[in-house]
């Protein structure tokens, strides 16, 4: 007499209920909702400081860290901006698998970060150097630019690009 295997028996059950189910086709598609005349171009840090400052919440630029992400797409007209990570008074998350990912699914060829420092210094940190580095990498792997990395605070901003750290 042979004993019945309880594995056997959760294997032969999970075998039926997968025969029974189709597995979700996935489909790529990209519609961006506006018309090429409609979308801003960015020429310079210097516009690209005016699009995110606007986007900003000035009641607390001076309270906590945020960190956003413009995508552009290869003529440089900007297909939107997301605000990825909120942080605290001192630092703000920057994961660069969340930024390729938003960049890929937005289907852009290239990217411009931006955070602020509440303390309103427009100086990067050791910390911000090695953050960029680390998603300039991951963007290179992944056919994307990293065009600029922007400081901001009310009063101006710091280009990574315009000294030459990037």
């Not at 690209?48 to 290869?74: A, G, H, P, R």
Request: glycine share 10%; charged share 20%; net charge neutral.
């Amino acid at each position: 007499m042979s004993k019945i295997n309880p594995q056997g028996k959760l294997f032969e059950a999970a075998g039926k209920i997968l025969e029974s189910h189709s597995i979700p086709r996935l489909k790529l598609v990209y519609r961006s909702g506006r018309k090429v005349g409609q979308l801003p171009i960015i020429s310079n840090s210097s516009d690209m400081y005016e699009y995110f400052i606007k986007d900003w919440d000035l009641s607390t630029i001076e309270l906590v860290e945020q960190f956003k992400v413009c995508l552009v797409n290869n003529a440089g007209m900007v297909l939107g901006i997301c605000n990825l990570s909120l942080g605290t008074r001192t630092s703000v998350a920057m994961d660069p698998a969340l930024i390729v990912a938003l960049a890929l699914l937005g289907n852009a060829t290239g990217i411009i970060l931006a955070h602020n420092h509440p303390s309103g210094l427009l100086i990067p940190g050791e910390a911000d150097e090695r953050v960029t580095t680390g998603i300039k990498r991951a963007c290179d792997l992944m056919g994307i630019q990293l065009l600029d990395h922007l400081i901001v605070s009310r009063y101006g901003y710091f280009s990574f690009l315009g000294s030459e750290k990037l």
